[in-house]
């Protein structure tokens, strides 16, 4: 891990006002903790199965298992995140009847991250390619070192984002994350200045 500035917030208010509409349905079971808000769980055998295959095959993944430190070893992080991508919109999929779960709104959680950060880093390389939120086919192979600089801070904030959810996800799933390695494993403390804080109803304090 590597203790970089964040070079953008990720805006997952929306999510977070979705996450706050739990806080106080249950009283007990599996405590879920995100940026700003905290609730309890009760995750039945369907969710619980759901939550422990997202588990072991994301953190699997390259980009959460090795750092980057060239152009090529930045293009096969992004490959790994659109793979990542692709998998866990195939688990949304399957989630059709169960968006109001606490694992749907996870993953939609790290899906977001990965769309925030990937439009981010079309952004260093084109700039006027900002509204766009799939990589282009034809990635340009060199970048500036100020351009790597924020990618790297970047990728390190959005790491971060995706290991801190699957610890969550985890939790529902009531399992370790295996094989990722002690030294890319993050706590399980919200970096919070990585987040654009949510408007909360008045009398309601962070």
Known sequence: MRNLAPPFRFDLRSLLKRARQKVNSQVDGVSINLPFVAFNVRPDDLQQSVARE???????????????????CI???????????????????????????????????????????????????????MSKLVLPDSLTNHRLPEQREQYFAALEMLRAHLHRCLLQIAKIADIQIPKIADSMRYDDAW?????EKPRLPDGVNL
């Not at 997202?54 to 090529?72: G, P, Q």
């Not at 769309?115 to 981010?120: E, K, M, N």
């Open 54 to 72: 997202i588990v072991i095959r994301l953190a699997d993944r390259r980009v959460l298992n090795a750092f980057e430190c060239c152009d090529d």
């Open 75 to 129: 293009e096969k992080a992004l490959e790994s995140l659109q793979d990542i991508r692709s998998e866990l919109v195939e688990k949304q999929v399957a989630m059709a009847k169960m968006t109001d779960s606490p694992v749907y709104l996870l993953v939609e959680f790290m899906l977001e991250g990965i769309r925030q950060f990937l439009t981010f880093e079309q952004h260093l390389r084109h700039p006027s390619a």
């Open 191 to 195: 970096q919070l200045e990585a987040y």
